[in-house]
């Protein structure tokens, strides 16, 4: 994906993954997905919405091999 931003606040990245917001904040909780502190604001980087987006594409792949 071409990112045109180095950190999204949470509302663009909901967007750019078309998930909800307790959705997102699950996956940071999890670990699934990495955020940063931006003063009293998380940011999450545009290296983890890549990241994020191909744990979700292995995740796809195994579970066509496993049936």
């Known amino acids: 994906m071409t990112h ?12 750019l ?7 997102l904040y699950q996956e940071l909780r999890a670990g699934r ?6 003063g009293r604001a998380r940011r999450i980087p545009a290296t983890a919405i890549d990241a994020y987006l191909a744990l979700l594409e292995q995740e796809a792949t195994r579970g066509r091999l496993a049936a």
């Open 4 to 15: 045109t931003k180095a950190l999204y606040r949470i509302t663009e990245a909901m967007m």
């Open 33 to 38: 997905l990495a955020s940063v502190g931006h």
């Open 17 to 23: 993954l078309s998930i909800g917001r307790t959705t």
